[in-house]
């Protein structure tokens, strides 16, 4: 069973900067950051191709947030910018063994890590 392990959540203030990271044990295809904070359900953050070709991101994100994979190192990358408190959130990585394509919907993704905390203070 391929295991993913994210790394790289923290606090900080808004305006500032995270890369997050995770590793999968094994080969995986299309893979995705999701982010759930307290109270709410989990939403899709931003997803990418098998081969890196193409990306999916939600609206909140979009021109902050940039997600990359290095396959070579299976490493799942999200560089997140300009960060809001509204982005205070757990954040997950989760991948699929499927296909190639990139959806943004938590029920496509079969493989989930256990979750790195981002915390933005305003």
């Known amino acids: 069973q391929v295991q993913l392990v994210e790394s790289g959540g923290d606090s900080v203030q808004a305006g500032g900067s995270l890369r997050l990271s995770c590793v999968a044990s094994g080969t995986v295809h299309s893979m995705a950051w999701f982010r759930q904070a307290p109270g709410k359900e989990r939403d899709g953050v931003a997803s990418?191709?098998?081969?890196?070709?193409?990306?999916t991101y939600a609206d909140s994100v979009k021109g902050r947030f940039t997600i990359s994979k290095d396959n070579a190192s299976n490493t799942l990358y999200l560089h997140m910018s300009d960060l809001k408190p509204e982005d205070t959130a757990m954040y997950y990585c989760?991948?699929?063994?499927?296909?190639?394509?990139?959806?943004?919907?938590?029920?496509?993704?079969?493989?989930w890590g256990q979750g790195t905390q981002v915390t933005v203070t305003a």
């Open positions: 989760a991948a699929n063994r499927r296909f190639y394509d990139q959806p943004l919907a938590a029920n496509d993704y079969t493989i």
């Open positions: 990418i191709h098998r081969e890196g070709t193409r990306t």
